[in-house]
């Protein structure tokens, strides 16, 4: 509930310095992650440097994928080009950051001919932790907020955020004045007679939810490599296990219309079926990727589970060359073989 962490004046200048909390966060879960897939690296023999490579294009990538897919979600807030940039207001999706940044890794570990699914397995982990970390800049921010609340553990946001601004919107129009509310000192003006008729209910925060899952899925992630069987394994579990807590908490989100790709309503008004894409519910486009994220990754991994190819065996290690005895150990067995 903190958009602005701190301002810093400039000297001789009255201007100022401005650290947004949502900035901040989104830098310090990627710093989390860098640190947590060079330490992974270690362990696993490699190089950080590929790390630190892959995170400054990943990072790239990422930030393109995740404001390009808000923009898409949301193209009807933005009327200026500058909004289109302004990401330190907010703005970003994990999944359009996930998807571009790991298509942005895929592309750096095969040019450079890395074994993708080794790497992808180190910085699943790290991914996790990120989101985690990251999810705390949402709170500050007030995006991704929650739908109503009807247990005792809701948050009421205070006049001026996200949340507030969106279901004071919607209690505007069940009065039958616009929903969108005006800018400046008329919004203060607003907020001050909204207050004395209207309180601004209980939602949930589905902020906390999502770090309460992220940051033990990172846990876990870690913890698997002990039982890692293929190359490729992490990183699908990932995928498989994120879906499922995301399709579950976009349940009890508000920031999303569910009308979107793959949702019943989209599929009955397709068929022509207008009144039966009334009644049936939508499904949100971060429910929809949940779906193919889960169904997809779950096959993907029977097949990786079934394959017998060397490189994908887990003991094998990129950059080392197999193991043999020595020559005299060799020379003895052959010996001994002849006189059995």
């Not at 958009?3 to 004046?9: G, H, T, W």
């Not at 808000?70 to 990401?87: E, K, M, P, S």
């Not at 505007?172 to 309180?199: F, Y």
């Not at 846990?219 to 498989?240: C, E, N, Y």
Request: charged share 15%.
């Amino acid at each position: 509930m903190r958009q602005i962490l701190l301002r810093i004046a400039v000297p001789g200048s009255s201007s100022a310095i401005t650290l947004y909390g949502y900035g901040a966060m989104m830098c310090l879960g990627f710093l989390a992650a860098i640190l947590l897939a060079a330490w992974r690296a270690k362990r696993e023999k490699q190089s950080p440097e590929v790390i630190y490579n892959a995170a400054l294009v990943a990072f790239f990538g990422g930030i393109f994928g995740a404001r390009a897919f808000y923009v898409v979600q949301n193209y009807g807030h933005f009327t200026r080009l500058w909004d289109f940039v302004a990401i330190w207001e907010g703005g970003l999706t994990f999944y359009g950051g996930f998807l571009l940044a790991v298509a942005a890794m895929a592309v750096f570990l095969r040019a450079t001919g890395r074994p993708l699914l080794f790497w992808l397995d180190i910085m699943a982990p790290s991914t996790a932790l990120g989101l985690g970390v990251g999810r705390m800049g949402c709170f500050l921010n007030g995006c991704c907020y929650g739908d109503v609340c009807k247990t005792g553990w809701g948050i009421s946001w205070p006049a001026g955020t996200i949340p507030w601004e969106h279901y004071a919107g919607k209690f505007l129009a069940t009065q039958g004045l616009p929903a969108d509310l005006p800018g400046g000192p008329a919004s203060g003006m607003l907020a001050g007679a909204l207050a004395a008729v209207w309180d601004p209910p209980a939602i949930h925060a589905t902020q906390l939810y999502a770090i309460a899952t992220a940051l033990p899925l990172a846990v876990l992630l870690h913890t698997m490599f002990r039982w890692k069987q293929r190359h490729g394994q992490i990183i699908l579990a990932m995928a498989i296990l994120y879906g499922v807590g995301r399709f579950f908490e976009e349940m009890l989100r508000d920031d999303e219309p569910r009308s979107y790709l793959f949702g019943l309503r989209t599929i009955a008004g397709a068929l022509g079926m207008p009144d039966a894409e009334v009644r049936l519910p939508g499904l949100t486009i971060s429910e929809n990727l949940a779906v193919v994220m889960v169904i997809g990754g779950a096959a993907a991994l029977a097949i990786l589970m079934r394959s017998r190819r060397r490189d994908l065996m887990a003991d094998y290690v990129p950059g080392q060359a197999p193991v043999e005895a020595p020559s005299n150990i060799r020379r003895g067995r052959r010996r001994r073989g002849r006189h059995s």
